[in-house]
């Protein structure tokens, strides 16, 4: 548009204003401590889960008890996570990511330093108060690896820095298995595994509090500046818990992914629990060799997590991955249940380590794709509800497991958990790949090169 005033020409240029401001977007480098406190902080709660289960037959012997009560010390976790996550949830919403996580490491550290007290065989039941307090801490932690990788980490980032923060849970497993059978032994005197026990504790307490210091001194709830578009562009949900549930239950794909990864995680949470009962069939005094495995199953599933964010960022398929480590889990169980009758110490080692590796990378895989079929829903939220169904199938899953075994023996209760792997991963097959939070990314992305080409 053109106008004469004054003996000068004016040139008017008139600029489109449906072109949307790209967000103003920075990613700190202090996202890897909040990381790495967010890892150690999972990893001190997580290490509780199996702190008994690992050493079961010494547990039973010392308190006097069977092993389906030693089995609940496990089981406790999945228990509570149920009735608890959606109201630790939308508390999380609303006083924010960092109180939230004190809550939980202050939790963490009082249940831990209660399992002190309960060194002598009649407190048995001290010991599951404290197991039961640690298990209501998780339900401040389980859910927040999307959460936190979303606030501080970008596009680019985003599902490695969930990976990472899954595998702060499953290198608290590692430790139990591998430590734990070495610290409190088979002894022959019940004052000698006292005094076991008691040095566990009293580490484990020592431990989370000093994790605990750290969150109140490090932890920051969120950076100046959001990390990505997709962030800068989200609402705030925190006066609005109600609405985001009502709009998951209506996405199919949701519900689908409950269902996988509720019997993809409860086939995890069944075999980790009895593992050590399982390895002790068939290697007479192989306490400290079920620690072993268990130990490479851990790290098999830590490199696995990783590995599977380092492709997604890569990739971006969430679906074809999904799928891919439901088929080799389900391949891996049956193999392994097929090497420990053959009683081969270094073939169980392999096949379990490769076992957790196909089960560790399906955790973090599933929360980042149940990210992107949800957008722009909560993490928090859409990931408090996948593993609440994983909990409320985990402890069926658990004593029906515990039931097979010893009616009908390990190999056809591994068989019946390679069947719902099966359908598991035919239920995979059918979700809609539908990646919002890619798609929403991509348009920002595609409307500011719009508007530099205009310019231009």
């Not at 566990?200 to 109140?216: D, E, H, R």
């Not at 960022?313 to 249940?337: G, H, P, Q, V, W």
């Not at 099966?422 to 995979?428: C, D, E, H, K, S």
């Amino acid at each position: 548009m053109t106008a004469i005033s004054g003996g000068y020409t004016e040139v008017l240029v008139t600029v489109p204003t449906t072109i949307e401001e790209k967000p103003l977007c920075k990613v700190y480098k202090r996202r890897w401590v909040i990381l790495a406190i967010f890892i150690v902080y999972t990893g001190g709660n997580s290490s509780q889960w199996l702190e008994y289960a690992c050493i079961s037959n010494v547990v039973t012997k010392y308190y006097n008890v069977s092993s389906y009560a030693v089995d609940w010390t496990s089981v406790v976790f999945l228990l509570v996570y149920t009735p608890l996550i959606f109201p630790a949830s939308y508390l999380i919403n609303k006083i924010g990511l960092r109180k939230g996580i004190l809550i939980g490491g202050g939790m963490t550290a009082l249940g831990s330093w209660v399992k002190c007290a309960s060194v002598s065989p009649g407190r048995y039941w001290v010991t599951m108060v404290g197991q039961t307090l640690v298990a209501i801490a998780q339900v401040f932690m389980v859910q927040l690896p999307p959460q936190v990788a979303s606030v501080w980490f970008g596009s680019d980032q985003v599902s490695t820095a969930c990976s990472l923060g899954v595998f702060g849970n499953q290198i608290g497993l590692a430790l139990s298995f591998l430590l734990i059978p070495i610290a409190v032994r088979n002894h022959p005197d019940m004052e000698d595994v006292g005094s076991d026990l008691a040095r566990m504790s009293y580490v484990v307490a020592g431990f989370n509090t000093i994790v605990f210091i750290l969150i109140i001194t490090l932890f920051q709830e969120k950076p100046p500046l959001p990390p990505s578009i997709e962030v800068a562009k989200k609402t705030d949900c925190s006066q609005d818990f109600i609405a985001p549930i009502k709009r998951l239950f209506r996405n199919t794909s949701f519900i689908l992914l409950i269902i996988t990864y509720s019997l993809n995680i409860s086939v995890f949470n069944s075999f980790s629990t009895l593992l050590n009962q399982l390895i002790l069939t068939y290697f007479e005094d192989g306490q400290e060799f079920a620690g072993r495995v268990g130990l490479l199953f851990i790290i098999g599933s830590m490199f696995g997590a990783i590995g599977c964010g380092i492709i997604l960022d890569k990739t971006r398929r969430f679906k074809e991955t999904t799928i891919a480590l439901y088929i080799l889990s389900a391949i891996s169980l049956i193999a392994t249940t097929f090497l420990l009758g053959k009683r081969s110490q270094t073939a169980v080692y392999i096949i379990g380590g490769i076992f957790g590796a196909c089960i560790g990378g399906y955790m973090p895989v599933s929360l980042e794709f149940t990210s992107e079929i949800t957008y722009p829903e909560p993490e928090g939220t859409t990931a408090g509800i996948l593993l609440a169904g994983s909990a409320i199938t985990g402890v069926p899953f658990t004593m029906a497991y515990a039931w097979l075994i010893e009616v009908i023996g390990d190999v056809w209760a591994n068989v019946a958990m390679t069947i719902v792997l099966v359908i598991g991963t035919g239920l995979t097959a059918l979700i809609k790949p539908d990646l919002r939070r890619q798609a929403a990314h991509a348009v920002t992305i595609n409307k500011e090169e719009e508007k530099n080409n205009h310019l231009a």
